[in-house]
């Protein structure tokens, strides 16, 4: 009976409070408490519609120069492309003028020909300037389409940061230039616009290696069945493959054995002290040294049989690639080289000059990159010079191991004449 009074009494104040709001005027939710829900509604963050990203084309490219690389037989055929051989076009002009520079500061410094010395530093400020801006150009498109290149992050950043570093370092150069004073030591002063030529040398010859290695990676793979014969793939000054077609080079062998089976073994030579030669003589004289160089090594590789190539590395390095080839076999050979030009002397407009090599062999593993191999290939070569240079290391996959009672193999001395380009 309590239960049923206590019922109908909640009941009758519910029917009763609902009768007093249909009656009254007032809101069921208040002004006050409407209002704080629409501003917090409109704090809150709006998604926005996703953006699909325009993939760069070469018609993203300045106008000029896709008419230089088109003009060059370099079309490009993608963005990134285009910025690697743009760099690669644009250092060879660049370095001809470094070394005829160099030339002018030799002749001005043997004659203390103060009017030359003057007009060659305003020239080399010039030629410095120029460069910079450049390079400056390339970078300032990287970055005004970083978010267009997200798909090309590695080589970009790659790329990115080589510039940067060429940057820093041409900004100490300039630096520099603008310090030499010819009129207070005008010889000390044309000394040191030959330093500086020859740094700013050494400094183009690091880009190029690196720009020409990522080139080698962005065009590395596709359909080709035969290393292309283009003026890209092969170095100018020896004839024999680039750095660029060395990527090409290994993605063919690769190609054709996908599981790794086949025996493959690369030494990586440097030509010693040519940095000396390059003092003495000028860098024109090295480059005439490594063009007979790379004639005196292609020389000691099997031409008529086996799969045997010669790779311009670097500035004053070579690959020799020795297909089918355990790396003992291409330590024999390689020895046989390295003892064949120890016994050349080079005849360089009467100087005579002596020759020898340091090599590093490795042999590439099943799990092996480009990049780690070529890794280990250097380990092995920094090996050889550390103990002495003109000498051979060898690892055969625990690491570098010098060739320390190499076999004597009867070579004839010769003499080799330099002929000036």
């Not at 005829?100 to 020239?123: C, F, I, N, Y």
């Not at 590093?360 to 990159?369: E, F």
């Not at 480009?370 to 051979?392: E, M, W």
Request: net charge negative.
């Amino acid at each position: 009976m309590i239960l049923f009074v206590l019922s109908m009494a909640i009941m009758n104040i519910g029917l009763g409070y609902s009768l007093a709001v249909l009656l009254s005027d007032a809101p069921l939710i208040s002004p006050t408490l409407v209002k704080r829900l629409l501003t917090v509604t409109s704090k809150a963050p709006k998604v926005e519609p996703a953006v699909e990203t325009v993939p760069l084309t070469v018609a993203d490219l300045p106008a000029i120069w896709h008419e230089r690389l088109t003009a060059a037989n370099l079309p490009p055929e993608s963005f990134v492309e285009g910025l690697l051989l743009h760099l690669y076009l644009a250092a060879t002009p660049y370095r001809e003028q470094l070394l005829t520079a160099e030339v002018r500061g030799r002749h001005a410094l043997s004659r203390l020909d103060q009017p030359a010395e003057s007009q060659l530093l305003t020239d080399v400020r010039t030629l410095h300037h120029n460069w910079r801006t450049t390079l400056d150009e390339v970078l300032q498109i990287i970055r005004q389409f970083a978010d267009r290149l997200l798909d090309e992050t590695p080589i970009v950043s790659q790329l990115e940061l080589l510039l940067e570093e060429q940057l820093t370092a041409l900004d100490r150069l300039g630096h520099d230039l603008q310090q030499i004073d010819l009129a207070k030591e005008p010889e000390l002063g044309a000394r040191q616009i030959l330093a500086q030529l020859a740094a700013s040398v050494e400094l183009l010859h690091r880009g190029r290696d690196g720009w020409q290695h990522l080139l080698g990676k962005q065009l590395r793979g596709g359909n080709q069945k035969t290393l292309p014969s283009q003026p890209l793939y092969l170095d100018s000054l020896t004839g024999q493959i680039s750095r660029v077609g060395m990527e090409s080079l290994f993605h063919l062998w690769w190609a054709e054995d996908p599981q790794r089976l086949r025996l493959v073994s690369c030494a990586l030579v440097d030509i010693d002290r040519l940095a000396r030669l390059n003092d003495r003589l000028g860098p024109r004289a090295g480059d005439r040294i490594l063009a007979a160089a790379a004639e005196l090594l292609c020389g000691g590789i099997r031409t008529d049989r086996g799969f045997d190539r010669l790779v311009r590395y670097s500035g004053q390095q070579f690959l020799l690639f020795f297909g089918d080839t355990g790396p003992r076999n291409a330590g024999s050979a390689l020895e046989r080289i390295r003892q064949s030009l120890e016994a050349v002397t080079l005849d360089y407009e009467g100087t005579e000059l002596d020759l020898s090599i340091s090599a590093g062999i490795a042999a590439i593993q099943r799990n092996d990159t480009l990049d780690l191999f070529l890794a280990r290939l250097n380990r092995s070569l920094q090996d050889a010079k550390l103990h002495g240079r003109n000498r051979t290391s060898v690892d055969e996959g625990e690491g570098p191991q010098l060739i320390a009672d190499p076999q004597y193999y009867p070579v004839r001395a010769k003499c080799v004449r330099i002929e000036q380009a």
